[in-house]
């Protein structure tokens, strides 16, 4: 960074995990038994709602300070220094709504929630710094947003260089942050390694700062929360829709997902509670959940709860893999799921079927056949 800067509250308020706002929460004692006073009331409505909108999609994440010129309601009725208290306030209610929401969340103790929380919460800080650092490249230079995004990186404790607009990240640190993300094109075979260091483009390395981020936030989750800090938080409305999004994709009218092979159970599990899956394995369960009939409109809301969820690239592999360039895609073997490291959790019908097709089919007719054995013992 340039000498003499030193980071502001404007600077760090909507990014709270940043070592920057770690420190100035803790200057300013923000502790369970003094977040529960009048004084922090906005802050914990916010953090609700910040746990909402996890659930529900997308983390509001509002410019109020990065620009200096943020909208306040009739400014010109104001003195300056009330305008600025005024920013000041909301700057400090977003940022100690964040650790209040992490309390919120250990007090749920839900590892579907702080999971799908600190997915939300990184991708709305991901799209936050692209385009704040956007709008500083084509208001401040170029050379500024690199160094903004070297600053970035230290206060998430990544080890990055920047010369000349080449950023380099070290190789432990590269490892550590790539390895969930699912594009083969990620894996350190694929990358040029000179002295311990690896060239990455600019968009990578947002990439790269928004896995950081989801680490951060996921990290020591739940904590030990006093039982009288829970009792004082209106809890209902989270829970309701947690277990409304946990049910969502429950029986389908394809079937139960009871019947379907331990690999596709897995590879659902894993992207419901968003975690990334390989490639091969995506390409795997998109080609069996479109070969046993569900829509394609529903695979990609599935696919929404992905850390790297990317809606367009997402659409055209579905696509792609339902044949809309000619060519229809089955799922593979269970012999090319074993190579490519995707067969897990194998059950004695495992064993005796070739391809995860065939356990699904074999399931479904021994259910049928029960009902109807069922049916007749009851002689209906």
Known sequence: MYAGFKPELRHFYNLPFLNSA??????????????????????????????KQALEGEIEKTNLGQSKKSKIENPEF????????????????????????????????????????AVMEAKASHNFIRNWLEEIKNNEGLERRNELTVWLCKELDIDVKEKEGIFVIHFSDYIRLSNTIGDPSWRLINRSLKRGMLKLTHPQLLRIIQEAIRQRVQHGLPLDVPANFCKSIELDEI??????????????????????P??????????????????TLRFALTSFLLSIGWDRGKILDLFRNLPDFDE??????????AGSTGTVYTPPSCKTMETYGNCVGRDKLCIKVKHPLSYYRVRLRKEKYEKRRQK????D
């Open 376 to 379: 007749s013992n009851r002689g």
């Open 22 to 51: 770690v420190d100035y929460i803790k200057e300013h004692g923000i502790e369970i038994d003094r977040i529960l006073s009048p004084d922090y009331e906005e802050a914990r409505k916010r953090a609700l709602e910040r746990i």
């Open 239 to 260: 829970i309701e829709e947690l277990e409304k999004r946990k049910e969502m994709y429950g029986e389908i009218e394809y079937g139960p997902e009871r019947f379907y």
């Open 312 to 321: 367009k690239l997402a659409s055209y592999q579905i696509e792609h893999i």
């Open 262 to 279: 331990p690999c596709m159970r897995n590879a659902i599990r894993l992207i419901r509670e968003s975690i990334n899956i390989s490639h």
């Open 78 to 117: 104001e003195s300056e220094i009330e305008v600025e208290n005024k920013i000041k306030i909301k700057m400090e209610n977003e940022l100690f709504s964040y650790p209040i929401a992490r309390a919120i969340l250990s007090c749920i103790k839900d590892n579907y929630l702080i999971r799908r929380y």
